[in-house]
């Protein structure tokens, strides 16, 4: 009798507990539906606006879908100045300061996690300190030095000043310390020297994490605007968003459609990137939350 009853409450349960899950899940595909209309609005409008005629761009309510494209827009942005010199110079600039980056913060950030040394505490401090330091407060004495240097108007004075990232080494040094300490020193039983133990153990180990930090350094660094334009005077060096400013100064403020397929020039490299990495960001994620 007993039995029974229990019997027949788990199958009120049961029957209670199917709609609500599926309610839940369909408030969470709503919700990230929402989510995913949110961030792709200004991508979407970015595309629309592109592709219209500058009348178009001016009626309200504002139309998605244009009436008919316009595919000359991307050509006169891209004949309105020397994109093809700012592209090559931001594509030089971005990798440069990458390679750099690569060469500084993983030995430091290896020194940091695995060796205790006399001021390792107080040096690690600093790095953190540079983090709270905006760029534009540092950026004049930086500019008279590499001035002195006559590294103005060049692409070496764009990227020393980026040549290490206190970002780069903290996130580093947090994946290094998650690594066993037992695996190390099983390669220096081996006779494994310090540089083979980063290159062969350690940075496999974090390559997700890596990843990561090389996509937001490329980001970063290819949208730069500022110090680009402290930097440079003439066409030699500028870079890509500079470029798609001087649309904006020669044509107008006006020519919305020349302006946004100018930007989505300067989008498009940044979206192929994510499109390679997206699994090794993922996998970063999945690593630290499960560590």
């Known amino acids: 009798m007993l039995g029974s009853r229990w019997a027949g409450v788990r ?10 899950a599926f309610a839940l899940r369909l408030a ?24 219209k005629t500058l009348p178009e761009t001016m009626i309200f ?71 709270m330091i905006p760029a534009q407060l540092i950026f004049l004495p930086v500019y008279l030095e590499l001035s002195a240097w006559k590294l103005l108007n060049t692409h070496l004075g764009l990227i020393l000043p980026f040549a290490s990232s206190a970002f780069g080494i903290f996130l580093l040094r947090q994946s290094f310390m998650q690594v066993s300490e037992e695996l190390i020193e099983a390669a220096r039983l081996d006779q494994a020297k310090e540089w083979k133990i980063i ?9 997700p994490v890596l990843v990561t930090f090389t996509l937001f350094s490329f980001i970063a660094h290819w949208n730069d605007y500022f110090w680009p334009l402290v930097m440079t005077t003439n066409e030699t060096a500028r870079t890509l968003p500079l470029g798609i400013a ?35 960001i993922i996998k970063a994620f999945v690593y630290n939350g499960v560590k």
């Open 11 to 20: 199958s009120k349960q049961e029957a209670f507990a199917k709609p609500l």
């Open 28 to 51: 969470n595909i709503v919700c990230l539906l929402l989510l995913v209309l949110i961030f792709a609005m200004p991508f979407v409008w970015m595309l629309s606006t592109s592709l």
């Open 61 to 131: 309510p504002p139309e998605w879908i244009p009436r008919n494209p316009v595919w000359q827009n991307y050509a006169d942005a891209w004949n309105s100045g020397p994109f093809l010199q700012y592209f090559t110079n931001s594509l030089i600039v971005a990798v440069g300061i990458l390679i750099l980056q690569m060469a500084t913060i993983i030995p430091a950030a290896y020194a940091f996690a695995r060796y205790r040394f006399a001021g390792s505490k107080f040096l690690f401090g600093i790095v953190m300190v540079t983090l």
């Open 199 to 207: 290159l062969k153990i350690m940075v496999p180990l974090v390559k």
């Open 246 to 280: 001087k649309i904006r100064e020669a044509e107008g403020v006006a020519t919305w459609n020349t302006l946004m397929a100018g930007n989505l020039i300067l989008v498009a490299p940044i979206l192929v990137v994510f499109f390679f990495l997206q699994r090794q």
